[in-house]
């Protein structure tokens, strides 16, 4: 069998390390892993490669960063090429960034069958790009690969047949499974001068958080409010596109009670969510990540796709007036530890992908519709 991987951003290299260790001890798939080169920065690509014991990209599309219809285009066109000269058994698509529906597309039309890794979930926002990209790629799939009922029951709702959903749990809880004591080990957080469990952990990159000024401005203050009133460290290692609105709009004076730092490579990231009283963010793997940890989580957000984190982790839903942000926090540090864990976020979901993969077959064995 052979399979052709397609990665692009940050938090596709985290979902598709898992997998591809899980094919290689099969030893019967011959695999090709191409970068789309969305992400390009080293500290949101290179490193996470070799944290995460990725084999370098066969191929390197180099498509860039560009407006979605420019980068997701680009990949297109690059791509078609390389799946026509490799002609997989499937191809590998991974989360919901511009590069995942692009790779959806390009091998739907070529005829190849498509397998989405965390598949089915919805925000219900179709003002996040996240949203239409995973609707899209769902709806190419042959194999759907999902990590919590909320998915299941989307999909559902959708009409995708229960024949191509596959529950398996959650690939990005594998690799935090495999690599959480190489985080501890490493005592970020002491060599950072910080004292474990007196600092909040801070990420914000949405388009809806950081590009309008009013809000990126109101968010930024109320972090401010947030160190000032806990007295914890807020760190903030800051995204490219956070990192440039600020400098656009002349904000820098409001980072001045805050801990700046760049995009941190996976295992400096890990060791320091470990170690943090709580996180404020509005990723969607980091939402999933502390609830695994058990380390408060207050999200940024009107909504999450991932309710589980709602309902069996220490997730928080927080998209009020900012200046309430404060309260929030201190409500969140005071509260009890989830035990809960969802189900199947076990660290071995990339197994089942593998195991249920070689089942469905090469080509032809059984054509998709
Ligand atoms: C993308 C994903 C988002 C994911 C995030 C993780 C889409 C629609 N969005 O958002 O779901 O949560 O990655 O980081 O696919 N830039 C750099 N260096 C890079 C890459 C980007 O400086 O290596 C800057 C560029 O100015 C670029 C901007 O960041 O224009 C945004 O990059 P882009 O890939 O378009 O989206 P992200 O915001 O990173």
Redesign the pocket.
Known sequence: MKIVHIV????NFMKIAPVIHAFERTGEVEQVLVHTG????EE??KYFFEDLGLPRPDVDLGV???S?AV?TGRVMIALESVLVRERPDWVFTV??????VAAALVAAKLGIRVAHVEAGLRSGDWTM??EI?RVVTDRLSDALFTTESSADENLAREGVPAERVHFVGNVMIDTLERHRDRAAEQKVAERMGLEPGRYLLVTL???SNVDESERLTALLMALGDVAAGTGHDVLLPL???TA?RVKELRLEHLLKPLTILPPLRYLDFLGLMQDAAGVITD??GIQEETTVLGVPCITVRPNTERPVTLTHGTNRLYDGDPHGLLDVVREALLSERSQLRPPLWDGHAAERIARITLGLGRRGDSAPE
């Open positions: 692009g951003a940050r938090p969305q992400h390009y920065d949101l690509s860039g960063s560009g979605h980068q989360g919901d960034v511009n590069s995942t790009p996240e990209n990159h949405r388009p995204h490219p596109r440039a990723s969607g």
